[in-house]
């Protein structure tokens, strides 16, 4: 059977911008995101996982990283919102905790759409990412415990983080690591690594 140039492109293209929107997901079981009650040092923290639906009406995934046991009276702490990449989850937030938590904030940490538990298909790179984020900013700045909100982003997480503070100016502060500023270099990268 001989491929035509037209069939050789077409599945050509299906593989590349597969590769792009629909990377592999970040598979978990929620153990691996640590137990519900632990400790950094002298001090004690839990983890609150919740749901939220972005526009689209997809469940997102999250969790909530706060001191524990709660003070006796409200007090509202800074939250940093942690953001992954495009191959990734909220998982990546464990690695932030014992940096942010000690340091007298909570951190909160999201399976973006199309990514870990998340439902979704397909990834964007930011665009939907960043309506998902603000659904979980206005979620938290609703909270009685959060007094301000900053990003911390990785990757396509990073890319998030900086779309939604385009909108978004009352945003305490930016943590951009490894973000991109061309996706057609984003997808070349990825088409060259396979």
């Known amino acids: 059977m001989e491929l035509s140039w037209s069939s050789l492109l077409t599945e050509s293209y299906d593989v590349l911008w597969k590769m792009i929107i629909r990377p592999p997901r970040s598979e ?5 995101l640590g137990p519900i009650k632990f400790r950094i040092g002298k001090l004690g923290f839990c983890r609150e996982d919740f749901q939220l639906r972005n526009d689209r009406g997809m469940r997102l995934e999250c969790s909530h ?3 524990y046991p709660k003070p006796s009276k409200p007090v509202s702490i800074p939250c ?5 990449g495009n191959c990734s989850s909220r998982l990546e937030a464990l690695d932030i905790l014992q940096v942010v938590l000690p340091k007298g ?6 399976d973006l759409s199309g990514s870990g538990h998340s439902e979704g298909e397909y990834i964007s790179l930011g665009h939907f990412e960043q309506q998902d984020l603000r659904v979980v900013v206005e979620h ?3 909270s009685s415990g959060v ?16 779309l939604r503070a385009a909108e978004d100016w009352s945003l305490g502060a930016l943590v ?17 690594s396979q």
């Open 140 to 142: 938290l700045r609703r």
């Open 176 to 192: 951009l690591d490894s973000p991109f500023s061309s996706l057609p270099v984003v997808a070349e990268e990825l088409v060259n």
């Open 28 to 32: 978990y079981a929620l153990e691996n």
């Open 80 to 84: 940093v919102v942690y953001l992954h």
């Open 65 to 67: 990283y706060c001191p």
């Open 147 to 162: 007094s301000s909100v900053g990003l911390w982003g990785r990757s396509m997480g990073a890319a998030t983080s900086i």
């Open 105 to 110: 904030m909570t951190v909160c940490s999201v």
